[in-house]
């Protein structure tokens, strides 16, 4: 107990839960109270995350470890579900989306997350997925009134069942040929002779990468991602491919890090499946909401290639990928929260045709946000695809890095179409002025930094470095 | 004072160029015309400083390439040889840029067509004061680049713009052997400056190599590049075809570059590189030929033409056969002279012609002209001297240059000597013969123009007049002046080694029967002439009716187009139109880009197919995911 120290946050955040949930339920109308107070919490967490984030320490007999990658990746989900939740405000007020169960979900999925990067415990990762995900579900079909949105939440919720049960079946294989849940132990027991030990391995993998809709386990991301509120998408982009990550990483690279051999192929595959995929299905879409789904299915194949690679490199250039695409998300989906005519959110790629006439600002930025998605030198995009690949070819996986290549030659057709709609199509009736301080903000920062981040990129790595080192 | 000279015209190209549109036509023609004058007047200064007193310059500009042993320098040399030439291009441009205020009156763009003007002049004073082949090639090539640009310059014209492109393409030809050339003499001198070159030659003289499966010296390999070089850009046969075609540009331009300056440059570089050329007697017995060659079969089609600029234009072709074949037989210095006073006489022709073009409102056919010498008396008059100076009337400027030319054939040694003398003379019967042909049907007989009435026909205003009495006070006088100083007893001071001689040049002076052969077939030449095309022109139409065949091998210019077109132009298109519909539409397109752009679009839209919007489907692609996993577990 005399370490409890470090797991503040998560008490904190419990505890806020309660509180928020308290004050939601005895105060009506208290949507704009609850916002506030969780932007609060949120305010004095990351100290409290930031003030743990050079330790290593392992908790509760080595079930749960708090260390850089940890805090590092909480910091960046904190932030990012912060972003989420402050450029969304105007939306969700407009779509009467103001229940004050919206900012306690969101919360309750943030504890989830941290369970998730922080847990050493097939047991401790199984409920802070759970928990994570049955707030993703509600808030997915938050909207009640509209069909695609529940349509979105009880496609999620029965997928994410099917899911869940994959992984707790591996867990219970894993189990019970090693005789523990704890990732170390299992390290230790873990033998690739054994069949049904590597299926248990496979079973818990496609439960992770369902989490963050890698192919071909990804076929919920279109339609949630286009049925479910845009404030809800923006955050499923975000905070949820963050956690996903966390888990991942660490699973593999502690817990089955001895069968790295076994584990590399469906790395691989999975990789270019959700490349290729990503790539090829996003150029017929004509829902920005849809597109941005294909996007980051494949932006998630980039960040699978490098831990593929089982070096040290891939694992800092996965999660400077990671970071990079949650900053692009935020910027991409504050441009989709400015289309917006007479009071009515727009979906259709065709509606920015003619942006850069009306809203020459907007379409520049969007125009940055694109192009780095898109992996185009200077911005920061391309610094993220160029360290994967270079941890790859590294790893002496040739073709992985072709594929990898070309893949985002094709994907850059379809960021460049936007672009080309952008500017080059007739314009159309204004957009309504931006009224929302948090778009504003929030796609003022990221642009600048996806912009200048080539000035001096070994800040960002240098956390990073220290971060990945802590599961080697 | 030589800055000034190059790059005036550099500087008021630039300024005309860049701020023409803002500086209004009058004061753009201020500039260009006023600096080339400047630039004009500072070279006759140099040229009686060089010349007369001897002196050589070499001002180092700054240093161009260094790399390993290459070391280049942007120079301005001048020898007596450059100052000749400048003395040249500067005088012949300033006057056209002059007379092109008035003839280009009309015209929209003047501005741009004067910045071609300067700029052409730079790239031309750029060539003849270089000390190295790269400075040469550059400049070389930059006035291939004008030539191409004011050909063109009417690129609203269809046929003015495939003119340019030949040009450009044929000359490329040229360039290509010069490049090859100089290649092959820094290869082996390890030097392209001129002096260093020069210097290595004749230690390289039993050097033999082997190329393209021929073995020969060395130094004949370098002459032969060099000379085709030169003979693409001096339009001699095989390489000539380009020059009639030229004649689509503005006539100032084909008075100053088609004519005085840039189609002498081969001649130039001949001159120039004297010192390798001397050690080849075969390439010089070649240049013999060539030059020879190309002065009648020039001459033959100059006959038969009906377009007044084509006439003068086979004349040019014709006169520059004259020098390349003087150059060959070893008489570099009359050579230059007579391209020194060909450009007067050339330039004043072709002046004229524009002048009378311009009188009649843009017609160039000669058989829509005639009867108007007396509306355009002054045209008239200086076309005549013109016209008697190129044949080489006695003691016109003509004369001096053409016949010591053919009195040099008559006393060499050379191979191909008896031959050069022989066309010498039947050439200058038949300039003589086609000269006058052009004044008379020009000038003279019945007016058989449909679209301006006779009244109607006018003088062309003093700006374009003028030029044309300084180029006939040249044409007059130009050769009886200076003979003693090209070609005559002080010639060894005057040229001041800028041209070598590997043995001494003696002329023998020919028995007085051949010196009068010459003058009295061009004297004969004038009133057969006035016979055929103005007397009696049944008697030549039942002519050219018996020599049918002759007669359209001529006006087809020796069917030398279409023979090309069948060689070269149509397999060359056949080829390229294989490589773009199948290399690159059918196979590089097919299976690349349309390709894959195809197969990428048809597995999209089978991906977003895929996308049912069943739950049960999702699932299954869960569960498909699943077991191919699996079983790769199992099996790996």
């Not at chain 1, 910091?75 to 306690?104: C, H, M, R, W």
Request: hydrophobic letters at 55%.
């Amino acid at each position: 107990m005399e370490n409890i120290n470090f797991i503040y946050p998560e008490i904190f955040i419990a505890i806020s839960i309660l509180g928020l949930l308290m004050v939601g339920v005895f105060k009506t109308n208290s949507f704009n109270l609850v916002t506030k107070l969780t932007s609060f919490m949120f305010l004095i967490t990351i100290p409290i995350v930031f003030l743990n984030s050079t330790v290593s320490m392992k908790l509760f007999s080595n079930n749960y470890i708090v260390d850089e990658l940890s805090s590092f990746l909480k910091i960046l989900i904190l932030g990012s579900s912060a972003f989420a939740l402050f450029f969304t405000d105007q939306y969700i007020k407009k779509n009467k989306l103001d229940k004050f169960e919206y900012p306690v979900l969101i919360t309750t999925a943030i504890l989830g997350m941290f369970v998730m990067v922080s847990s050493n415990n097939l047991i401790g990762l199984y409920l802070g997925i759970e928990l994570q995900s049955l707030s993703l579900y509600v808030l997915a079909s938050l909207n009640r009134d509209s069909t695609k949105s529940t349509e979105a939440g009880v496609k999620y919720f029965v997928l994410g069942a099917l899911s869940s049960g994959l992984l707790l079946y591996g867990c219970s294989l894993v189990y019970g040929f090693t005789g523990s849940t704890n990732y170390y132990v299992i390290a230790e027991n873990f033998s690739a002779d054994n069949i049904a030990l590597l299926f248990g391995l496979v079973f818990i993998l496609i439960g992770l990468a369902f989490k963050i809709s890698a192919v071909p386990f990804h076929m919920w991301t279109p339609d949630v991602y286009e049925g479910a509120p845009t404030s809800v998408t923006a955050f499923f982009a975000l905070a949820p491919k963050v956690a996903g990550f966390g888990a991942i990483i660490r699973i593999l690279y502690i817990a089955f890090g001895n069968v790295f051999d076994e584990w590399q192929s469906i790395l691989i595959f999975i990789s270019v499946a959700s490349m290729i995929l990503g790539a090829v299905a996003a150029i017929g879409q004509t829902n920005i909401k849809r597109l941005m789904a294909y996007s980051s299915i494949s932006h998630m194949g980039y960040g699978l290639a490098g831990l593929a690679t089982g070096i040290n490199e891939g694992v800092t250039a996965s999660v400077i990928y990671i970071f990079l695409y949650v900053v692009m998300n935020i910027g991409s989906f504050a441009c989709i929260l400015i289309m917006k005519r007479k009071d009515i959110y727009l979906e259709n790629i065709r509606d920015l045709s003619g942006l850069s006439k009306n809203h020459p600002l907007v379409a520049f930025c969007l125009t940055v946000m694109l192009f780095s998605l898109a992996g185009i030198p200077p911005l920061a995009g391309f610094f993220a695809k160029f360290y994967i690949f270079m941890a790859v070819v590294k790893a002496d996986l040739i073709i992985l890095a072709v594929i990898g290549l070309v893949t985002s030659v094709i994907s850059a057709f379809y960021y460049l179409r936007i672009i080309k709609i952008m500017y080059f199509d007739p314009e159309q009736e204004k957009f309504d002025p931006i009224s929302s301080k948090g778009v504003k903000i929030s796609l003022a920062l990221s642009t600048l930094l996806i912009l200048f981040y080539f000035l001096n990129p070994s800040i960002l790595n240098f956390f990073v470095n220290l971060a990945s080192k802590s599961v080697q | 004072m030589a800055y000034l000279l190059v790059f005036l015209p550099l500087v008021a190209s630039f300024i005309v160029g860049i701020f023409g549109r803002f500086l209004g036509d009058k004061i753009s023609q201020l500039i260009t015309c006023s600096f080339v004058l400047i630039s004009s007047a500072l070279s006759i200064y140099i040229f009686s400083d060089v010349a007369i007193n001897s002196n050589t310059y070499n001002l180092k500009i700054f240093n161009w390439i260094t790399s390993g042993g290459l070391v280049l320098n942007w120079s301005i040399n001048i020898d007596t040889l450059t100052s000749v030439m400048l003395v040249v291009v500067t005088s012949v441009s300033a006057l056209v840029h002059v007379y092109s205020v008035g003839y280009m009156s009309h015209d929209p763009d003047k501005p741009r067509f004067m910045s071609y003007l300067s700029l052409f002049t730079f790239m031309m004073l750029m060539l003849v004061t270089s000390d190295n082949f790269l400075q040469l090639f550059f400049g070389w090539e930059g006035v291939g680049l004008a030539s191409y640009l004011l050909i063109g310059f009417w690129y609203k014209k269809p046929s003015a713009n495939s003119a340019a492109i030949k040009a450009f393409v044929v000359n490329r030809v040229g360039d290509f052997g010069l490049a090859i050339g100089i290649f092959l003499i820094f290869k082996y001198t390890g030097s392209i400056n001129f002096v260093d070159v020069f210097k290595a030659i004749p230690t390289l003289l039993d050097k033999n190599i082997s190329m393209l499966g021929i073995e020969a010296s060395l130094i004949s390999f370098i002459c032969i590049f060099l000379f085709i070089g030169a003979m693409g850009k001096s339009a001699q046969i095989f390489l000539h075809t380009w020059l009639p075609d030229a004649m689509e540009g503005p006539t100032p331009v084909s008075a100053l570059i088609h004519a005085a300056t840039m189609v002498t440059a081969g001649v130039f570089l001949v001159v120039r590189c004297s010192p390798i050329f001397e050690y080849s007697p075969f390439v010089l017995n070649i240049i013999v030929l060539v030059g020879a060659t190309t002065a009648f079969f020039a001459g033959t089609i100059g006959l038969v033409q009906n377009d007044i600029k084509r006439v003068i234009a086979y004349s040019t072709c014709s006169q520059l056969g004259y020098m390349f074949f003087a150059a060959g037989l070893g008489a570099y210095h009359i050579a230059i002279f007579h391209l020194f006073t060909h450009a007067f006489f050339k330039a004043l022709l072709f002046l004229g012609a524009g002048s009378v073009i311009h009188a009649f409102n843009d017609e160039q056919n000669m058989r829509h002209m005639g009867g108007v010498w007396k509306k355009i008396p002054y045209t008239y008059s200086l076309m005549i001297i013109g016209t008697l100076a190129l044949t080489g009337f006695p003691f016109l400027s003509g004369f001096f240059s053409k016949d010591a030319i053919i009195e040099t054939a008559y006393s060499s040694t050379s191979f191909f000597a008896g031959y050069a003398v022989t066309i010498g003379v039947l050439t200058a019967f038949m300039t003589s013969l086609y000269s006058w042909r052009l004044i008379f049907m020009t000038f003279h007989g019945t007016f058989n123009n449909k679209n301006i009435s006779l009244s109607k026909v006018h003088e062309s205003p003093a700006v374009m007049l003028v030029p044309l009495l300084f180029l006939a006070l040249g044409a007059i006088f130009a050769g009886y002046a200076f003979k003693d100083y090209f070609i005559g007893s002080q010639f060894i001071q005057f040229w001041n080694n800028s041209i070598f001689f590997l043995k001494e040049f003696v002329l023998h002076h020919p028995p007085l029967w051949f010196l009068l052969l010459t003058p009295i077939l061009v004297l004969l030449a004038i009133p057969l002439s006035y016979y055929f095309f103005v007397k009696d022109k049944k008697s030549l139409d039942s002519f050219i009716e018996i020599n049918k065949p002759l007669y359209n091998f001529l006006v087809n210019k020796w069917y030398f187009d279409e023979l090309y077109d069948f060689l070269f132009v149509k397999p060359a298109k056949k080829i390229g139109s294989f490589f773009w519909k199948i290399g690159d539409g059918t196979i590089i397109d097919g299976f690349g880009p349309d390709g894959l752009t195809k197969l990428i679009k048809s597995v999209s839209n089978k991906a977003v197919q895929f996308q049912s919007g069943f739950l049960y489907h999702y699932a299954f692609v869960i569960l498909i995911g699943l077991s191919i996993l699996l079983t790769y577990m199992m099996i790996f």
